[in-house]
């Protein structure tokens, strides 16, 4: 059975780190495109970063560049997004996806969100005083 397990969220004050996982089960990350998108209350979904399990080429929004880094562990079936200087506006569910994919398809599968055919559950992101 294909998962995908998120953790790591929780509260955060203003400025501050948090670093989610997505532990894949079930298959492996080799050849998938694999990305963080969110969502917050009363807004459309938005891909927040992408990576290919294959060779490492990255996307990010323009609204985390800088602040958010992902990367992959193919040998533990596991993806991170750090995120850096967290602000009130990241609160959102945070979910992990996957679509199987070469690199140059990280741009879209980010933007679009299609082809990513196996979704996690999610993880609440909360940025906050």
């Known amino acids: 059975q294909l998962q995908l397990v998120e953790s790591g969220g929780g509260l955060v004050q203003p400025g501050g780190p948090l670093r989610l996982s997505c532990a894949a089960s079930?298959?492996?990350?080799?050849?998938?495109?694999i990305g963080w998108f969110r969502q917050a209350p009363g807004k459309d979904r938005e891909g927040v970063s992408c990576?290919?399990?294959?060779?490492?080429?990255?996307y990010y929004a323009d609204s985390v560049k800088g602040r958010f880094t992902i990367s992959r562990d193919n040998a533990k079936n596991t993806v991170y997004l750090q995120m850096d200087s967290l602000k009130p506006e990241d609160t959102a569910h945070y979910f992990c996806?996957?679509?199987?994919?070469?690199?140059?398809?990280?741009?879209?599968?980010?933007?679009?969100?299609?082809?990513?055919?196996?979704w996690g559950k999610g993880t609440l992101v909360t940025v906050s005083q």
């Open positions: 990576i290919s399990s294959s060779d490492g080429t990255t």
């Open positions: 079930g298959f492996t990350l080799v050849h998938f495109v």
């Open positions: 996806a996957a679509g199987y994919g070469a690199s140059t398809s990280v741009h879209v599968k980010c933007l679009t969100s299609r082809g990513m055919d196996y």
